[in-house]
C-alpha cells in the first residue's frame, strides 16, 4: 500500500467523530502532525475513546507523532 492510499477508518468511531473534534484536531495539528498527548487530551476534552479521535486524525489526515502508549 502507497503512503499516498487513503487511510482506513473503522465504522466503529467514524460514526462517533463529531466535526467539533474533527476540526479541533485540525487546529492543534502543527505541519499535518499532532502529538499524542495532545490527541488524548482531546479526546478527554471531547468525552470520547482515544480510538475515536485517532479516527477523526485519520479522517482530517493529520498523522500522530511521538505516540506514548500505542492508543493511535
Not at 3 to 11: F, G, M, N, R, T
Not at 26 to 46: F, M, N, Q, W, Y
Request: proline share 4%; glycine share 6%; with cysteine.
Amino acid at each position: 500500500m502507497s503512503s499516498d492510499a487513503p487511510k482506513i477508518i473503522d465504522q466503529r468511531w467514524a460514526e462517533k467523530i463529531t466535526p467539533e473534534l474533527t476540526e479541533a484536531v485540525r487546529s492543534k495539528a502543527v505541519d499535518g502532525r499532532i502529538t499524542c498527548p495532545v490527541l488524548r487530551r482531546l479526546a478527554e476534552d471531547h468525552g470520547v475513546a482515544y480510538k475515536v479521535a485517532g479516527a477523526a486524525a485519520d479522517a482530517a489526515d493529520v498523522k500522530v507523532k511521538n505516540c506514548d502508549l500505542g492508543c493511535f
